[in-house]
């Protein structure tokens, strides 16, 4: 079977394509490939980047004035993150094998897979950015592991630091520009394509087994390139959709998305 194809997709925007690479995860893990899995995870981590730097850019103001407080905020978010650390380190130390135990270690793995220095170092924007995770998390994804840990005010005090980040951000749109923007949703594309050439490379033999496992993996790339497919032949600009839930996002379109695309399939393919 040729599987070229998939090397000549549409440019996605980051939010569909942590959807596919989601789905696609899952995929991996139901045939038991642990790599190819984890593969797909890392690539997930750069397109929720991508996801969330588009997301802070187009609520951005147009203005030139520089954040105020904005390193105090940034002070703060760092405490935060080495008490959270400490506390999840401890808990999971000392009841390894209990739920709360258990609970601690998937919040840690969570909030901070390559540790707290990768997050307190880096620049305001992608602060912000794993900061709305950590409170999604919280108050969504992981609500019922954090339920278990006696966080006493921490969810509260990471509430306030994101409310007062996004408002020193908003203050500097220009710290956040469009070419930063692009790149990391390139770089999204890329990471996708790089999990599509793994996928390949674990089930190349041609058997039937294989091509039934491509096929799945690749279902999730398929349904949302139909999607895009249907909005440019109605000469709409592709939406976004919603990393989480999949829903379209009607207002988060990019109309530079209409260009002709050399890479992307004919309309009527």
Request: aromatic letters at 4%.
């Given at each position: 079977m040729d599987w070229t194809k998939y090397f000549k997709l549409y440019k996605f925007?980051?939010?569909?394509?942590?959807v596919?690479?989601?789905?696609?995860?899952?995929?991996?893990?139901?045939l038991q490939n642990e790599a190819l899995a984890s593969h797909c995870k890392s690539a997930i981590e750069i397109a929720r980047k991508a996801f969330g730097m588009k997301s802070i850019y187009k609520r951005q103001p147009r203005t030139t004035r520089n954040p105020e407080g904005t390193s105090n905020i940034d002070r703060r978010f760092g405490q935060w993150c080495k008490q959270c650390d400490a506390l999840?380190?401890?808990m999971s130390l000392a009841f390894e094998k209990r739920p709360i135990g258990m609970a601690a270690q998937k919040l840690l793995t969570a909030f901070f897979p390559k540790g707290i220095g990768v997050v307190v170092n880096d620049t305001y924007e992608n602060e912000l950015v794993v900061?709305?995770?950590?409170?999604?998390?919280?108050?969504?994804?992981?609500?019922?592991?954090?339920a278990k840990i006696p966080t006493e005010d921490?969810?509260?005090r990471l509430f306030e630091i994101v409310s007062e980040f996004r408002e020193a951000m908003q203050a500097s749109p220009n710290l956040l520009k469009s070419e930063t923007v692009k790149a990391a949703q390139a770089d999204a594309q890329k990471a996708l394509f790089r999990v599509i050439c793994a996928c390949i490379l674990a089930y190349s033999n041609?058997?039937?087994e294989d091509n039934a496992a491509l096929q799945k993996l690749f279902a999730p790339i398929e349904a949302q390139s139909?999607?895009?497919?249907?909005?440019?032949q109605?000469?709409?600009?592709?939406?976004?959709?919603?990393?989480?839930?999949g829903e379209e996002l009607v207002d988060d379109s990019d109309p530079g998305e209409l260009d002709e695309d050399p890479d992307a399939p004919e309309a009527d393919a």
């Open positions: 925007l980051p939010g569909r394509i942590v596919m690479l989601l789905k696609m995860a899952q995929v991996a893990e139901s999840l380190k401890s900061a709305e995770h950590l409170l999604y998390c919280i108050d969504h994804a992981l609500a019922a592991e954090w921490l969810r509260d041609g058997e039937s139909a999607r895009v497919r249907k909005l440019r109605k000469k709409t600009a592709p939406t976004d959709v919603d990393p989480e839930s």
